[in-house]
């Protein structure tokens, strides 16, 4: 049975996010009490969408052990390409966001092949697709910006309900990715495919199409981040998502996603996008230093990290113990005679 210490200590590893969470927002609220403001909680929420969507897409790429660093360019490429069409046929904002989500796919069609088919490691494969997704877009812009059509600043700055557009887009991602990862049958083979793919595939899984479709949905979801984050500003340069794709992963990893695998929960995507949002913010309210931002920001996720090695190691050892060592051979009794 475990001790007080023990127990208290398995519910400190299980949610460090929420620890570290509240633990910054206290810290802030006490520097700079107008940072707890509800106009300000509102900000951080919206400001932190678009890294939240893409989040959810990738929390499903580490739940299965993979990884994917195209997704900075696909917030780039995505949006690029439905700008061009919304142009060329005067296509509504709606119809603009469809052909986002359709180039999206395309390009985590293009990572799947890849790693599924040809079995490429998924590290090499999205940090090629990374460059080679950047430099398509930089030759369709010639290194120039590219200005959207006047109605996508105003579906950024619209609201449903009172709900700003951008929040709005986030929880319906977030209750999508919920739905499917708690409460279907593809959710659950994920998590299995994660644990143990090869137990995964004797169990009757599919897991070359359970893989594919986690680097199709994380690309999907990169490209609607990417979508929403320029419906906020209207305009796109070649630095567009540059860099974001280290963002989108501090942010599932510091959710509770584990690097290792089957670990996860698309709440947890979401509660680290906002956390990562809530230290920037935060540093510019108590007016810290500007080149000391990112090492606070970088420590943060470096201790998200190392809890999430201390959890894995902790849940292998516990394992360890559950598993007895076969004892010796009990040789058959010897019939008595009567």
């Known amino acids: 049975?475990?001790?007080?210490?023990?127990?208290?200590?398995?519910?400190?590893?299980?949610?460090?996010?929420?620890?570290?969470?509240?633990?910054?927002?206290?810290?802030?609220?006490?520097?700079?009490?107008?940072?707890?403001?509800?106009?300000?909680?509102?900000?951080?929420?919206?400001?932190?969408?678009?890294?939240?969507?893409?989040?959810?897409?990738?929390?499903?790429?580490?739940?299965?052990?993979?990884?994917?660093?195209?997704?900075?360019?696909?917030?780039?490429?995505?949006?690029?390409?439905?700008?061009?069409?919304?142009?060329?046929?005067?296509?509504?904002?709606?119809?603009?966001?469809?052909?986002?989500?359709?180039?999206?796919?395309?390009?985590?069609?293009?990572?799947?092949?890849?790693?599924?088919?040809?079995?490429?490691?998924?590290?090499?494969?999205?940090?090629?697709?990374?460059?080679?997704?950047?430099?398509?877009?930089?030759?369709?812009?010639?290194?120039?910006?590219?200005?959207?059509?006047?109605?996508?600043?105003?579906?950024?700055?619209?609201?449903?309900?009172?709900?700003?557009?951008?929040?709005f887009v986030f929880a319906i991602c977030a209750l999508a990715a919920h739905v499917v990862l708690a409460h279907t049958t593809f959710g659950r083979q994920i998590y299995a495919f994660g644990n143990d793919p090869?137990?995964?595939?004797?169990?009757?899984?599919?897991?070359?199409?359970?893989?594919?479709?986690?680097?199709?949905?994380?690309?999907?979801?990169?490209?609607?981040?990417?979508?929403?984050l320029i419906s906020q500003i209207g305009r796109l340069d070649v630095g567009f998502g540059e860099g974001r794709e280290f963002d989108v992963i501090a942010a599932a990893v510091l959710g509770g996603a584990s690097l290792m695998g089957g670990a996860g929960t698309a709440f947890g995507a979401v509660v680290g996008a906002t956390l990562i949002q809530t230290v920037k913010l935060g540093l510019v309210f108590v007016g810290v230093n500007l080149y000391l931002q990112p090492i606070l920001l970088g420590t943060i996720i470096f201790l998200a990290v190392l809890a999430d090695g201390f959890r894995v190691q902790r849940l292998r050892g516990r394992l360890r113990r559950t598993i007895r060592p076969p004892g010796p051979a009990v040789e058959p009794a010897t019939p008595r005679k009567v």
């Open 1 to 167: 049975m475990k001790s007080p210490a023990e127990r208290a200590l398995d519910i400190a590893v299980r949610n460090t996010t929420y620890l570290i969470f509240g633990a910054v927002l206290l810290w802030f609220g006490l520097q700079a009490p107008a940072f707890l403001m509800p106009e300000s909680l509102a900000n951080i929420v919206k400001q932190s969408s678009f890294i939240g969507i893409a989040a959810l897409g990738m929390t499903f790429v580490l739940l299965t052990g993979g990884i994917d660093l195209s997704v900075g360019a696909v917030m780039f490429l995505a949006p690029l390409i439905a700008g061009f069409v919304m142009q060329a046929f005067d296509l509504p904002v709606p119809a603009g966001l469809v052909v986002a989500l359709a180039a999206g796919v395309a390009m985590g069609a293009i990572n799947a092949l890849f790693v599924v088919v040809l079995r490429v490691v998924p590290f090499i494969v999205t940090l090629a697709t990374l460059f080679l997704f950047r430099g398509f877009g930089t030759w369709l812009t010639s290194s120039t910006q590219f200005d959207f059509p006047e109605q996508m600043r105003s579906f950024g700055l619209s609201s449903v309900a009172g709900i700003p557009m951008p929040i």
């Open 198 to 228: 090869e137990a995964a595939r004797k169990s009757g899984v599919n897991t070359a199409w359970v893989q594919a479709r986690v680097y199709v949905i994380c690309s999907a979801s990169a490209a609607v981040a990417g979508f929403v």
